[in-house]
């Protein structure tokens, strides 16, 4: 009997050692199994503690800043000063106030990645940036910063955080400046297109006006229509700030959505054929000075201004017309 109770006390003795083990072993993040082996998630978690001490961290985010500080400062002379990239500091605005709003979110999900894929993105990005800075190629510095920034935010939040801040990550394109040869290969069928419209209607009016090519007379002036005109730029800031919209409602569903943009599309069209129309005006009834001058601004903002009335009004009647949800109907 007194055999018996030894043999109970040492095996409780020896149970309350092992799940006092068990328990120091979990506080200490490395819950180990029966055989010794450590799980993926205590793995990571013991990962995690790595990427989320600041002598990681901090080394990575000053490099990336100083990085970004030089590329925005070269990007800011050679797009953001002309009119084809003034959307630009706006994009950046905004696309810092979705990150800003999102990162709770992509924070609760937060895993840091594996740090040799890690490194192999973050590696030939910083390779690429660095042949960019020395050829002088802003166009191929900014998509290599912005590879550097998904590879950054892979090693300290993970995939799984960042699919839930796609958004915030993928506006952030619009603030890479298209290749100067691309925009003008790309819009010269639409800028045709957009000059023989307006050539057309104005003449409905006898006004004097004719084209060749690229090139619009009227009266004793010739008007040359550029890749301002030609759409792409404006249809890539009308697109931004129409996302932005409807990213911020996302009432309607992703068919909505989609309609939503092909109907951005279509109004950058209409209102840079608006912007053409009123800078043949302007030339016939101001002269060529005033139409190359301050007017030439005007134009530009009257033309943005045309394409997010659109925008709205296009909201306004996709609304009335399309469906409601299933959920926001039970609603």
């Known amino acids: 009997m007194w055999n018996g109770f030894n043999v109970a006390a040492n095996g409780a003795a020896g149970s309350a050692v092992a799940t006092a083990a068990v328990t120091t072993t979990a506080v200490d993040g490395v819950a180990a199994k029966a055989d010794g082996s450590v799980s993926t998630t205590e793995r990571r978690g013991s990962a995690a503690q790595v990427w989320a001490d600041w002598r990681w961290a901090l080394p990575l985010a000053i490099g990336f800043g100083v990085m970004a500080l030089a590329t925005f400062q070269g990007i800011a002379r050679q797009s953001w000063s002309t009119e084809q990239g003034a959307h630009g500091p706006i994009v950046l605005a905004l696309g810092v106030w979705l990150m800003v709003r999102s990162w709770p979110a992509m924070a609760a999900q937060a895993r840091p990645g594996r740090p040799l894929f890690g490194a192999l993105l973050l590696v030939p990005a910083l390779v690429l940036y660095a042949c960019a800075r020395v050829v002088g190629s802003i166009v ?8 550097v920034l998904l590879a950054t935010l892979y090693l300290f939040i993970g995939a799984r955080a960042m699919r839930v801040g796609w ?9 890479l400046p298209p290749p100067g040869s691309f925009v003008a290969a ?13 050539v057309w ?14 090139n619009i007379f009227v009266d004793q002036y010739r008007l040359g229509v550029k890749s301002a005109c030609g759409g792409l730029n404006s249809m890539i800031s009308l697109t931004a700030m129409g996302l932005f919209y409807a990213h911020l409602r996302q009432h309607r569903g992703f068919a909505y959505n989609l309609v939503f943009f092909f109907g951005i599309i279509a109004m950058a069209i209409l209102a840079n054929l608006v912007r053409v129309a009123l800078l043949i005006l302007i030339t016939y009834h101001l002269g060529q000075a005033a139409a190359e001058g301050y007017l030439h601004q005007f134009a530009g903002l009257t033309m ?28």
């Open 167 to 175: 958004f915030p990550i993928a506006y952030l394109l619009f603030l």
């Open 140 to 147: 191929i510095e900014s998509g290599a910063l912005y590879l």
């Open 304 to 331: 943005f201004a045309v394409a997010m009335g659109g925008v709205l009004l296009l909201d306004e009647v996709m609304s009335r017309v399309w469906p409601a949800p299933a959920t926001a109907a039970a609603a």
């Open 186 to 198: 790309a819009t010269q069928p639409l800028r045709l297109q957009l000059s023989e419209l307006a």
């Open 201 to 214: 209607g104005l003449s409905k009016f006898d006004y004097p006006v004719a084209r060749s090519g690229l």
